[in-house]
T-cell receptor, first 110, second 112 residues
Framework: SQTIHQWPATLVQPVGSPLSLECTVEGTSNPNLYWYRQAAGRGLQLLFYSVGIGQISSEVPQNLSASRPQDRQFILSSKKLLLSDSGFYLC?????????FGPGTRLTVT | GENVEQHPSTLSVQEGDSAVIKCTYSDSASNYFPWYKQELGKRPQLIIDIRSNVGEKKDQRIAVTLNKTAKHFSLHITETQPEDSAVYFCAPHTSGTYKYIFGTGTRLKVLA
C-alpha cells in the first residue's frame, strides 16, 4: 500500500530564517506530487506540483521554491521566511485524480 | 476548476438532521467532482466523488449530486452524527490537468 510521509510535524522559525520541508512517498513509482498551504481557518492553496524528477511547476509566485531530487521525494524550501508563510503545509500525490495527503507540517513564523 | 465557491461557509445542524453543502464551479470542462473531509488538525481525506457521466452517487449516509448544466454539485449527509463535525472541501477537476483548486470550505457542526 502507498504511504506518504512529511517532516517535521511542527516547526517554529524566526522571520528571515531558511526553510526545508520534506515529503516522501512509498509504494508507488513516478507519482505526481503536490505542495499545498493552508492558512489558519482557510482553504487549500496549491503551491507547486511535479510530474517527474526535476520537473516543477509553480502555481503562486512567492518566496518559496520546490525541488524533486528523487522520484518519490519532494522538498519545499525558502531562503528567508516571512510572517505570511505561517500555515499548515500539506504534501500530496494523486491517483485517478484523488488526492492523498500527507500528515502535514504546521509552520509558525515568529 | 477555476473559480470554485462553496455555500454555506458554516453550517450547524442538530444531530440526526440532514446537511447539504453546495459547490459551484466555472470551468465547464470539469469532469471529476470530489468532496474531502478535514477534521481539526488533520489532513483532508476523500469521502465521496462523482464523475461527469453520473448524476448521483450514494455511500451509506453521504451522497453527491451533480448538475453539469448549472455547474454545481452538492454533498448530502443524512442522519448527522457528532463525528461528522469537520470542514468539508469540494475540488472540481478537469482530467489531463494538474491544477487542483479547492473550494473555500464549509465548517459543519453537528450539535448533540
Amino acid at each position: 500500500s502507498q504511504t506518504i510521509h512529511q517532516w517535521p510535524a511542527t516547526l517554529v522559525q524566526p522571520v528571515g530564517s531558511p526553510l526545508s520541508l520534506e515529503c516522501t512517498v512509498e509504494g508507488t513509482s513516478n507519482p505526481n506530487l503536490y505542495w499545498y498551504r493552508q492558512a489558519a481557518g482557510r482553504g487549500l492553496q496549491l503551491l507547486f506540483y511535479s510530474v517527474g524528477i526535476g520537473q516543477i511547476s509553480s502555481e503562486v509566485p512567492q518566496n518559496l521554491s520546490a525541488s524533486r531530487p528523487q522520484d518519490r521525494q519532494f522538498i519545499l524550501s525558502s531562503k528567508k521566511l516571512l510572517l505570511s508563510d505561517s500555515g499548515f503545509y500539506l504534501c500530496a500525490w494523486d491517483r485517478t485524480y484523488e488526492q492523498y495527503f500527507g500528515p502535514g507540517t504546521r509552520l509558525t513564523v515568529t | 476548476g477555476e473559480n470554485v465557491e462553496q455555500h454555506p461557509s458554516t453550517l450547524s445542524v442538530q444531530e440526526g438532521d440532514s446537511a447539504v453543502i453546495k459547490c459551484t464551479y466555472s470551468d465547464s470542462a470539469s469532469n471529476y467532482f470530489p468532496w474531502y473531509k478535514q477534521e481539526l488538525g488533520k489532513r483532508p481525506q476523500l469521502i465521496i466523488d462523482i464523475r461527469s457521466n453520473v448524476g448521483e452517487k450514494k455511500d451509506q449516509r453521504i451522497a453527491v449530486t451533480l448538475n453539469k448544466t448549472a455547474k454545481h454539485f452538492s454533498l448530502h449527509i443524512t442522519e448527522t452524527q457528532p463525528e461528522d463535525s469537520a470542514v468539508y472541501f469540494c475540488a472540481p477537476h478537469t482530467s489531463g490537468t494538474y491544477k487542483y483548486i479547492f473550494g473555500t470550505g464549509t465548517r459543519l457542526k453537528v450539535l448533540a
